[in-house]
Nanobody
Framework: QVQLVESGGGLVQPGGSLRLSCAAS????????MSWYRQAPGKQRELVAT???????NYEDSVKGRFTISRDNGKNTVYLQMNSLKPEDTAVYYC????????WGKGTLVTVSS
């Protein structure tokens, strides 16, 4: 059974940092493209960052220079380091794994507010 379990969300003040984690099980993690998406209230889900199995990463323009995606294949885990957080980063963040098929986690809520 495939499971993607996100953790690390919470309430943070503007300018603060959070590190999200996504632990995967039931898949050959090493070959999967791993991504983080987010969905803000009333908005569509959007791609935030992607890291390939060869560690090539890409970012949505609004998070470039602030967010860093990384993966640890030994721990079957993908991370999203989020710095200089803004209120507009508030959203539910979802982990996504893709290789022929696609899998989603249930999400973790990030709230950026003073």
């Amino acid at each position: 059974q495939v499971q993607l379990v996100e953790s690390g969300g919470g309430l943070v003040q503007p300018g603060g940092s959070l590190r999200l984690s996504c632990a995967a099980s039931g898949i050959g993690f090493n070959i999967f493209i791993m991504s983080w998406y987010r969905q803000a209230p009333g908005k569509q889900r959007e791609l935030v960052a992607t890291v390939t199995h060869t560690n090539i990463s890409n970012y949505e323009d609004s998070v470039k220079g602030r967010f860093t995606i990384s993966r640890d294949n030994g721990k079957n885990t993908v991370y999203l380091q989020m710095n200089s957080l803004k209120p507009e980063d508030t959203a539910v963040y979802y982990c996504n794994a893709k290789f022929l098929r696609e899998y989603w986690g249930k999400g973790t809520l990030v709230t950026v507010s003073s």
